[in-house]
């Protein structure tokens, strides 16, 4: 595939006054994640060659979508699970070593899958805003402007790391961070963390933390932990949950909320060591630490919020596409097409919002938006 030209001469004056009028493609997917590169390869795959038809637009300097920020002790056997993208298999394309950092090895499949099928992924362009234009989608960038008949949205949630509200948080004199900013836990050696989150990223760092120094976990639920074996018809039901959640234009849960955390060998030796007491949320942060409801204090150097991540929309919020809610109302087969703006599709929000959930719905979101759009023949 023929990638665009990044400058057009024109001797239309207007235009030359606002070179963000050039370039034209009938589909703009933004985000080359797991997520926007599925939907570019199932695009290509319905027969749309060229750069025309769609282009798709990535804020990172290089392949590998956020996998290229996580942390480095995040290697292919402590993470959840890296899936396939379709067309080409993960051992095909990198090595597949235990011991393999996933910000390195996911990088490389990404940029390997790119390649092979020749997806016109332009970057960096990072879309600061998405507003309509004349019957068309005006896609703005920090680099440039592009216009669009239709978007398929794949920015998934990294950029928008969430942190709760808590009395007292500014007064902290020691650290505070999130999971999205997290490196390595000999950084906190001598230090007392309180680890706060339920999930299965809080679980991982709070077992890697507690071998370096003392820890408290809090969290806001009882976590529910499973000695069965995940299978696919407990996934099924999973995703049902956060589908029909989005289909009513719900703030989407977590698919991991609703299945619970399997134990791994990981876990029962941190349980061993008495590293998973955990405690419920504290009320109020204080200079020094954190103040539970029955005036129990802990003293802490540092508070490593692994609280989650939110959807990364902000860009498209002159759309008007939220509910009064905060929630999207979402229809489509696989659940990806705006109810209120079928040009939309949101790949990697509610039930897509993991590996395997965003091949299946990257192949969806093509057909129905090149259909919608009369893209495809017959």
């Known amino acids: 595939m023929l990638f665009p030209p990044t400058e057009r001469k024109t001797d239309n004056a207007s235009e030359r006054n606002d070179v963000r009028t050039l370039l034209k493609a009938d589909i703009i997917v933004i985000g080359a994640g797991q997520a926007g590169l599925s939907s570019a390869y199932h695009l290509q795959q319905l027969g749309l060659k060229s750069w025309k038809n769609y282009l798709v637009l990535d804020k990172s300097p290089g392949a590998g979508?956020?996998?290229?920020?996580r942390w480095p002790s995040l290697t292919l056997t402590t993470v959840n699970r890296v899936h396939d993208l379709p067309?080409?298999?993960?051992?095909?394309?990198?090595?597949v070593g235990d011991e393999v950092k996933a910000s390195v090895a996911v990088p490389q499949y990404y940029a390997a899958y790119e390649r092979k099928?020749?997806?016109?992924?332009?970057?960096?362009?990072?879309?600061?805003?998405v507003c309509e234009r004349s019957g068309r989608f005006r896609v703005?960038?920090?680099?440039?402007?592009?216009?669009?008949?239709?978007?398929?949205?794949?920015?998934?949630?990294?950029?928008?790391?969430?942190?709760?509200?808590y009395p007292g948080a500014e007064s902290f004199k020691g650290r505070q961070l999130h999971t999205h900013d997290y490196k390595t836990a000999d950084e906190f050696a001598g230090k007392h963390?309180?680890?706060?989150?339920?999930?299965?990223?809080?679980?991982?760092?709070?077992?890697?933390?507690s071998r370096v120094t003392s820890t408290t976990w809090v969290t806001r639920q009882e976590p529910q932990f499973r000695?069965?074996?995940?299978?696919?018809?407990?996934?099924?039901?999973?995703?049902a949950i956060v589908e029909d959640r989005v289909r009513r234009g719900l703030v989407p849960g977590s698919?991991?909320?609703?299945?619970?955390?399997?134990?791994?060998?990981?876990?029962r030796a941190a349980q061993a060591r008495g590293v998973l007491n955990r405690l419920p949320m504290f009320t109020n942060i204080t200079e020094n630490g954190v103040r539970w409801a029955d005036g129990t204090e802990q003293r802490a150097d540092v508070i490593l919020w692994c609280t989650g991540f939110r959807s990364s929309l902000d860009h498209l919020a002159p759309l008007q596409i939220r509910?009064?809610?905060?929630?999207?109302?979402?229809?489509?087969?696989?659940?990806?097409?705006?109810?209120?703006?079928?040009?939309?599709?949101?790949?990697?929000?509610?039930?897509?919002?993991?590996?395997?959930?965003?091949n299946r719905a990257g192949g969806a979101a093509a057909r129905e938006l090149a259909t919608h759009l009369g893209l495809l023949e017959g």
């Open 140 to 165: 703005e960038t920090e680099q440039g402007g592009f216009s669009a008949r239709g978007i398929i949205n794949a920015t998934g949630t990294w950029e928008t790391p969430y942190i709760p509200t």
């Open 193 to 209: 963390v309180i680890v706060v989150g339920g999930g299965i990223s809080a679980l991982q760092l709070l077992d890697e933390i």
């Open 255 to 267: 698919v991991v909320s609703v299945t619970g955390i399997p134990w791994t060998p990981a876990l």
């Open 65 to 69: 979508g956020a996998w290229q920020y």
């Open 227 to 239: 000695d069965q074996p995940f299978t696919s018809e407990d996934g099924r039901a999973a995703v």
């Open 323 to 358: 509910e009064e809610n905060g929630g999207i109302i979402i229809s489509g087969r696989l659940a990806t097409q705006v109810a209120k703006d079928p040009r939309i599709h949101l790949v990697g929000y509610g039930p897509s919002a993991s590996t395997i959930g965003a």
């Open 87 to 95: 067309g080409l298999r993960f051992s095909d394309a990198v090595d």
């Open 117 to 129: 099928f020749e997806l016109p992924v332009i970057r960096p362009q990072t879309v600061t805003v």
